[in-house]
């Protein structure tokens, strides 16, 4: 029931790209993500919820999949900032309960 | 403003002893709230779910209880911990609306030596 994450580690250079993906085997109702850094609590980013809809804030957006149950998270011209571990949350029964996926650990190095 | 408190910061507790993490949330009624344990370089996994007072969902079955005494209250215990019940804990809070966040807490650390 846990959605899988993809890739597990990124290491990146100031202004490159990435993408990170969530894969569950289940219908999904929502997408959360979060990022954390280390010793923190989890920060919230953005939220998909079911339709195909693609979200943007700044150099973050991402995109829900409902059909293929997954989200895709882009994160574009990377910052040092960046720096920390990606969560996807996701919610199958419109319940409020997030099962997370195990997590991407992103560097960007200077 | 919503805010949420979750206290100690830090715990360090022997093998057989009780445990009783506190998290309360400011600025909002009837939220849903979380426990979620993080284990060292892994996600996080939910613990309990609650959707009111004394409504507690259990998500793994283990060593720890939830209880929500006020509205706003959630509090985790354990009458004898194991090594295993070491990880970083964090209490959380939605609102009751679809598609609202879960904002967390700062978490507590506990190690059970």
């Known amino acids: 029931q846990q959605p899988v994450q993809s890739p597990q580690a990124v290491i990146l250079r100031e202004g490159e790209d990435a993408v990170i993906n969530c894969s569950s085997s289940k219908a999904l109702y929502s997408v959360h993500w979060y990022r954390q850094k280390h010793g923190e609590a989890p920060v919230f980013l953005m939220i998909?919820?079911?339709?195909?809809e693609q979200k943007g804030h700044e150099k973050i957006s991402a995109s829900f999949n409902e059909k293929k149950q997954q989200s895709s998270l882009y994160l574009t011209a990377s910052q040092l900032s960046y720096s920390g571990t990606y969560f996807c949350?996701?919610?199958?029964?419109?319940?409020?309960?997030?099962?997370f996926g195990q997590g991407t650990t992103l560097q960007v190095k200077p | 403003s919503q805010t949420i408190h979750q206290w100690p910061a830090t715990l360090v507790q022997p093998v057989g002893s009780p445990l009783s993490l506190e998290c309360t949330v400011e600025?909002?009624?009837?939220?849903?709230l979380y426990w979620y344990r993080q284990a060292a370089g892994r996600g996080l996994q939910l613990l309990f779910y609650?959707?009111?007072?004394?409504?507690i969902s259990s998500e793994v079955p283990q060593n720890l209880s939830a209880s929500r005494p006020q509205d706003r209250q959630f509090i985790l215990s354990s009458k004898k911990l194991l090594l295993s019940d070491s990880g970083f804990y964090l209490c959380?809070?939605?609102?009751?609306?679809?598609?609202?966040?879960?904002?967390f807490g700062n978490g507590t650390r506990l190690t059970v030596t």
């Open positions: 949350g996701t919610e199958i029964d419109n319940t409020g309960k997030l099962i």
């Open positions: 998909l919820l079911k339709g195909g």
């Open positions: 600025g909002t009624s009837n939220p849903n």
């Open positions: 959380a809070w939605s609102a009751l609306f679809n598609g609202s966040p879960l904002h």
């Open positions: 609650s959707v009111g007072i004394g409504q």
